[in-house]
């Protein structure tokens, strides 16, 4: 009888997670992202950036992986560049904003396994683009602060109207 009350207590714990489990669960891979959407959020980002006065890369991806639209700003550090390519690809990979990564690697604990994985650009700035509940690619950016860098992501992603 105790090893049935177990296993009952264990269904409603299962059972009241799902919800939860559920919410969480990140949407699908879709489309590539079209040109057309690409240049919407590359517009945005660059409204935001020039109205901030900020020299940064942009680098959109589509939901392959492969780069749709770059753009480098006048002055913008050189090195900036790997960062965006690596924020874009990233944010795609992980289906998350970067800077979800960068919280779980500060936090400590098993986030620090993050920190073992090759090729993840684990800094604020990154962002999935999402369309019709699908990953379609991802914005970075990099060039100024992170959360600069991420105001900038956002203004792009906002740009789209999604």
Known sequence: MPFARFVAALLVCLCAAAPAVAQQ????YGPPITLEMAKKVMAGAETEAVRNNWSVFIVIVDSGGNMVMLHRFDNAQLGSLQLAKGKAQTALDFKLPTKALEDAISAGGSGLRLTTLNNITPLEGGLPIIS?????????VS????????????????????
């Not at 669960?25 to 699908?28: A, D, H, N, Q, R």
């Not at 019709?132 to 970075?140: E, Q, R, S, T």
């Not at 602060?145 to 992501?153: F, Y």
């Open 132 to 140: 019709d509940g699908k990953v379609i690619g991802a914005i970075g």
């Open 25 to 28: 669960t990140p949407p699908p």
């Open 143 to 162: 060039g100024v602060l992170s959360a600069q860098d991420a105001q900038i992501a956002r203004a792009g992603i906002q740009a789209l109207g999604h």
